[in-house]
């Protein structure tokens, strides 16, 4: 069976920055993509940023330039996330695709950036 456990969510200031962090356990051989989604009060989940097997890079507009997603192989992930927004504020979820066994999410962590 396969866990996701995200940490490292609180509550900062606009400008400031936090590091979120997704462990995965279980076992499995390989993954199609890592990613963070986030999830704001009355909004559907979005995409923040993506990882693919080949090592392709995706962000979401909003995040661009701010946000930066790394991997430890399919193990560990982080979102290190900078120059925070109110607008960031939301249900942080990471996501991993694998091979064989389909998508698989931890249960979130809440960043709120509030002054």
């Known amino acids: 069976q396969v866990r996701l456990v995200e940490s490292g969510g609180g509550l900062v200031q606009p400008g400031e920055s936090l590091r979120l962090t997704c462990a995965a356990s279980g076992r499995f051989l390989r993954v199609y993509s890592m990613a963070w989604y986030r999830q704001r009060p009355g909004d559907q989940r979005e995409l923040v940023a993506s990882?693919?097997?080949?090592?392709?890079i995706h962000y979401a507009d909003s995040v661009k330039g701010r946000f930066t997603i790394s991997t430890e192989n399919a193990q560990k992930m982080y979102l290190q996330m900078a120059s925070l927004q109110t607008e960031d504020t939301a249900v942080y979820f990471c996501?991993?695709?694998?091979?064989?066994?389909?998508?698989?999410w931890g249960q979130g962590t809440q960043v709120t950036v509030s002054s």
């Open positions: 990882k693919n097997m080949n090592g392709d």
């Open positions: 996501n991993i695709n694998i091979v064989g066994m389909g998508q698989h």
